[in-house]
Every structure is written in C-alpha cells, then in structure tokens.
C-alpha cells in the first residue's frame, strides 16, 4: 500500500536531490556536460556578496516570521477553539489566504502595497494631512524603501498560517478538559491556566510546527520576493536563498553554483532542526514531559 509513496519519493524527491547534490561540486549550464570542479563552486559561494546578502536576509526573515506565525496562529487557536455565533466565519477566514494560489495571493498584495492608491496606505492616511499619517510621518514605501520592503515580505507570510492554525486548533480541542475542571476549583487566574497547563500540553505541537515553519521559511518568501519586489529594491533588499538559487540556476544557467547553493539551504536546515530540537528537548525535560 506504500508502494505508490515510496516511487513518488524516490522518483520525485530523493533521486532529484542526490543529482542536485551532486551537480553542486560540478561546473553545468545546462546546455555542456558536467565538468568537476571540487570545493570550487562552494568557495566562490563565501567571496559572492549577492549570496551573503541572501543568506542574511533569509536568516533573518526565519528568525522574524516563524515566531510572529505561531504567536499568531496560537492566539487564534486558542480564541476561536470554542463554539460561539461567528466563530465558523472566523475560522473559515484565518485558513482562506492559505488557500489562495501563491502568484494570485502575491498580485493581491502588491495592489494592497501601492505606496499612492494601495488600501494600506490609504488607511494609514486617515486623520493625517498633506499625504502624511496621523502622528505626522509618511506612510511606510513597501516597494522601494528596503526595510520597508523586507517588513512587506515577513507580513505577507504571516497572513498565510493558515495550516498551522487548523494543527493547533485541533490541538487545543484535544486537551482534556478535566485539567481546566481542576485549574477553576483552585481559582487559577487565565495566564496562570495558559502558562502551566496550556502551553506545556502544547508544547510538542508547538514545537513540531517550529521545525516545519523553520524548514519552510527557506521556501515562503520565494513568491513574494519574485512577484512583488522582484529582490529589490536595491540593493538586493528582498534576495532570499530560494531567489538566489533560481536566479542563478535558471536566468545565468549556472546550475553547479546554484545546486551548491542549494547544499548551503540544506545544511541550514538541518541546523535549525537540531537546535530546536536540542531546545525541545531541554524545555520537555524542565516539564517533565
């Protein structure tokens, strides 16, 4: 019965990421045959600034966006976990951006992003006078300010936690209720209630959507990057790894370099899947979990 699976795996997925793997100690554009090169492509990765600059902004669009997700996919869950009037709208409406293909989802935003006519900035406008906001600034430049820019990118894939509300409200179902019984006949207040029973039942989940977030952040901002800022402004403001890999595999066809780039991206990840779960472990032993 897992016979299907396994062929797809190992067709579609492992068999491709041996050969990129190891096309990334090779010098290819596609067109010649492969020529060997050794360390060559991965050393010429260290003095490349473009990458640098990549590796940086995907570093730091991980470390921003993966916790504003869970933070917020976690208040969600745990607002809208019981059954009330409006709550199936509310739910249907934190999953639907998920649901929305990437390119049309990317084009939406780049209206919304319009720094003259985009609704953002129009409501950012209210109160204000001469084009500036209420406090006297001018509207955030989502498309050629480069902070602004990267602020663009992690706020799109915040909107997109859909997946990850749906685990953690099912998750939160799930939790018996005779704990809560028991935290109310001693009086705990809410936070003490989340603090010491919440959060440490749902601290696997937690931490297996961490992981899964950490893996797909790599990946997230490839769209965003390509149909809305295009890597700008410049310079190279919004060039994620995954925009970099593209870019160079497939506009400069410079394969090898791209696949060992792509050796780089999967060295990170399994980085950040060791540390998280060197800290899960730690935080489930605290726990005694």
Do not use: C, K
Request: charged fraction near 15%; glycine fraction near 6%; aromatic fraction near 12%.
């Amino acid at each position: 019965m897992l016979a299907p699976y396994l062929v797809g795996l190992v067709g579609l997925v492992l068999l491709p990421a041996a050969v990129t793997l190891a096309l990334a100690f090779t010098e290819y554009d596609l067109v010649n045959a492969p020529s060997w090169v050794g360390l060559d492509n991965l050393v010429a990765l260290v003095d490349d600034p473009v990458f640098r600059v990549s590796l940086t902004n995907s570093l730091v669009f991980a470390l921003v966006a993966v916790p504003l997700r869970l933070l917020l996919a976690l208040g969600l869950a745990l607002l809208l976990h019981r059954r009330a009037f409006g709550v199936g709208t509310a739910r249907a409406a934190a999953v639907l951006p998920t649901a929305v293909p990437e390119i049309a989802y990317g084009l939406l935003w780049l209206w919304l992003f319009n720094p003259l006519y985009g609704p953002i900035n129009q409501l950012l406008r209210v109160g204000g006078e001469n084009g500036l906001t209420a406090l006297g600034r001018t509207p955030p430049q989502w498309l050629t300010d480069p902070t602004d820019a990267r602020a663009a990118i992690i706020l799109m894939s915040v909107f997109t936690m859909g997946e990850t509300f749906v685990v953690l409200l099912a998750a939160r179902r799930a939790l018996p209720r005779d704990v809560y019984e028991m935290a109310a006949l001693e009086d705990a207040t809410g936070w003490d209630v989340f603090r010491r029973v919440t959060l440490p039942l749902m601290a696997p989940v937690l931490a297996l959507l961490a992981v899964r977030d950490a893996i797909a952040s790599l990946h997230f901002s490839f769209v965003p990057a390509y149909v809305v800022t295009d890597g700008g402004p410049p310079p190279y403001a919004t060039t994620y790894l995954s925009l970099f890999i593209y870019r160079t595999g497939f506009e400069y066809l410079r394969y090898g370099y791209a696949a060992a780039a792509t050796l780089v991206m999967i060295l990170l990840t399994v980085a950040a899947v060791v540390v998280q779960w060197r800290l899960v472990r730690r935080y489930r032993g605290f726990y005694g979990l």
